[in-house]
């Protein structure tokens, strides 16, 4: 192989060792982090209906919490698509608080509060 030839040659070598480096360093790169699933929309739901608390949390929402939200603060309408991310303020007025359910309305038993807990915790 004369120099010339090899000359035209180094890019390509160049760029086989820098793919050669990326495939031997598992985390090498932005677009690769270890930390992250890729779980489908499917998954998810099926995440939802499989958690025990879920369904019984939403439940204890809509009794409990619309009943008077509905009539009194309408634009915080607990539902099965908004309830997690809803989790934390409702975690914080009902527990640390203790502002939720409001005197007025009908108070939450022992158990509900027990459910809603396990709720919050499971995600
Ligand atoms: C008797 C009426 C009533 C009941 C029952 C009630 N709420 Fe409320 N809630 C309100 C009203 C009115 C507001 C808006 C004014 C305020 O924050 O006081 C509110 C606001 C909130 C907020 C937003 C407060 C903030 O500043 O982030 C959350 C979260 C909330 N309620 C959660 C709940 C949950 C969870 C329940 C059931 C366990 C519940 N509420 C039951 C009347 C009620």
């Known amino acids: 192989m004369t120099y010339r030839k090899l000359h035209k ?16 360093i598992p985390n ?14 499917d998954e998810i739901s099926q995440i939802i209906t499989e ?11 809509q009794n409990k ?13 607990f539902k099965e698509r908004n309830m997690n991310r809803r989790a934390p303020r ?9 502002r939720m359910p409001k005197k007025d309305g009908v108070p939450l038993t022992a158990d509900e509060y027990q459910i809603l807990k396990s709720w919050i915790e499971s995600i």
């Open 90 to 98: 409702i975690y914080k007025q009902v527990f640390e608080l203790k």
């Open 65 to 77: 919490c619309n009943a008077c939200h509905r009539k009194r603060n309408p634009f915080l309408i």
């Open 51 to 61: 958690n025990p608390y879920q369904k019984k949390a939403l439940t204890i929402l």
């Open 28 to 41: 090498y790169g932005i677009a690769t982090n270890s930390n992250v699933v890729l779980v489908s929309v």
């Open 9 to 24: 040659r180094i890019p390509f070598l160049v760029l086989s060792v820098i793919v050669l480096i990326t495939l031997l």
